[in-house]
């Protein structure tokens, strides 16, 4: 199974540095997409490393956005980067190459990727009923990884005309929201690249949902079962600051257990 990345608009996609093709998806799907990240990985190091390439070695390169992804990864000091995986929370239900690829992921994006504001687990890994190993079709690992919006372009100097008389100075240029750039689709993918590397052994596959706020093109109904099944794993600031509506997954969630636990008490 190939990993896939998703970006704002929630249509997953093959990160390129995978760099399998539709045949290979579905012959061996594992083994092939192993294989094909070690490849990529190969290719990465030969890219950031050559001082000079041909027109002929062009093409074998990949893009620049995935190497400067690697850079940035490679550049985190191993000491640093150990030590943030030990304060990460631990899914306890995963198998154990998984929970540590989900850690490594997890602290490269956030040591390595500027502009992340929060990472978190949902779907069915998050609700702990995922599909087991054993099923044709184990359940994936779902996360959503939270940017920072866009700041808008700062309004442009004002100008003399030809008269002497200077011109009004042009407001300011918001930024396109909620769409990825393709840097930050590079270092999500890259991301995964190098977590599995680390632990080929994992037995689940990775989804990563890229988002940037306000979520005005999202779908209620996801950006709701997030809310009240998602975890938080990372975030830049503490405590946590969150976009709306995500700002309430706490609240809501705190309820949710003293409803529960309201109820058992009244069974007893």
Not at 47 to 64: G, H, K, R, Y
Not at 129 to 140: G, I, M, N, Q, Y
Request: hydrophobic share 45%; net charge negative.
């Amino acid at each position: 199974m190939a990993r896939t990345v998703r970006g704002a608009s929630g249509v997953p996609h093959t990160p390129h540095a995978s760099g399998l093709t539709a045949d290979q998806r579905h012959e061996s799907p594992r083994r092939t997409s192993i294989q094909a990240i070690e490849s990529s990985a190969q290719a990465t190091q030969a890219s950031v490393s050559a001082t000079s390439q041909t027109a002929e070695q062009a093409d074998l390169m990949i893009p620049a956005t995935q190497s400067r992804a690697f850079r940035a990864f490679e550049a985190i000091p191993p000491a640093i980067l150990h030590a943030l995986e030990q304060q990460l929370p631990e899914v306890a239900w995963l198998d154990p190459a998984t929970a540590n690829a989900l850690r490594r992921l997890v602290g490269l994006l956030a040591l390595g990727a500027p502009g992340i504001r929060a990472i978190l687990l949902f779907g069915s890994v998050a609700r702990h009923d995922e599909r087991p190993l054993t099923d044709p079709a184990p359940s994936d690992v779902d996360l959503l990884v939270l940017f920072e919006p866009p700041a808008a372009l700062p309004p442009n100097v004002p100008v003399q005309g030809q008269a002497g008389t200077a011109q009004p100075a042009q407001p300011a240029q918001p930024a396109q929201p909620e769409s990825l750039t393709d840097q930050q689709q590079a270092v999500l993918s890259q991301a995964v690249v190098q977590a599995l590397l680390a632990f080929p052994d994992a037995a689940r596959d990775f989804h990563i949902t890229g988002a940037i706020p306000p979520f005005t093109r999202w779908d209620a109904s996801f950006l709701a079962h997030v809310v009240r099944d998602g975890l938080l794993v990372w975030a830049a600031a503490s405590p946590p600051d969150l976009p709306a509506p995500l700002d309430m997954m706490r609240t809501i969630q705190a309820d949710q257990a003293l409803g529960a636990s309201g109820a058992g008490a009244s069974r007893g």
